[in-house]
């Protein structure tokens, strides 16, 4: 029998591992010329491109201080989250261009791609951050207005007479 299952494997052009469900090798790192990993991320309509550095810590998005421009301290923790999850908090430098929604989404939009360039950067991290749902991107959107409705869902006030 196994060896019918070898002439398959052959005949498909796999190696014996690769079928039997042996895991594979963790990812290389995707780092540039600069010691730099890009990854970009999104939120509502919010797309931010974001590169990771090994650093100090410093945040700058869009040619500003991540303080200055993430003004509330809950933008700046949910920034900071995976960070927190990988044990990573101030060892590497962020600079980011962010555009479209609104603060909360570009928010958001930063950590999805802090997230993923952190990946990129060491993939060992990758399933600390996939269990903290850090690399899911949320998807929701604002629904498109309908013809023959006053918003996307809210019907014209019904009058009887």
């Not at 201080?65 to 809950?74: I, K, L, T």
Request: hydrophobic fraction near 40%.
């Amino acid at each position: 029998m196994s060896q019918g299952f070898e002439v398959l494997q052959k005949v498909a052009g796999q190696a014996p591992a690769a079928v039997s469900g042996a895991v594979a090798a963790p990812a290389e790192p995707k780092i540039d010329a600069q010691g730099r990993s890009y990854a970009t991320g999104k939120r509502k309509n919010a797309v931010a491109r974001v590169w990771v550095k090994p650093g100090t810590g410093k945040l700058t998005v869009n040619g500003r201080e991540g303080v200055v421009y993430f003004a509330r301290p809950v933008l700046r923790m949910l920034i900071n989250q995976p960070f927190q999850v990988a044990d990573r908090a101030g060892q590497f430098d962020i600079w980011c261009t962010v555009r479209g929604g609104g603060l909360s989404g570009q928010a958001g939009a930063v950590r999805h791609g802090i997230s993923r360039a952190l990946t990129y950067f060491e993939p060992g991290l990758r399933g600390v951050l996939k269990a903290g749902g850090f690399l899911t991107r949320d998807s929701r959107v604002v629904e498109r207005k309908k013809y023959g409705k006053a918003k996307a869902r809210r019907s014209f006030q019904f009058s009887k007479r």
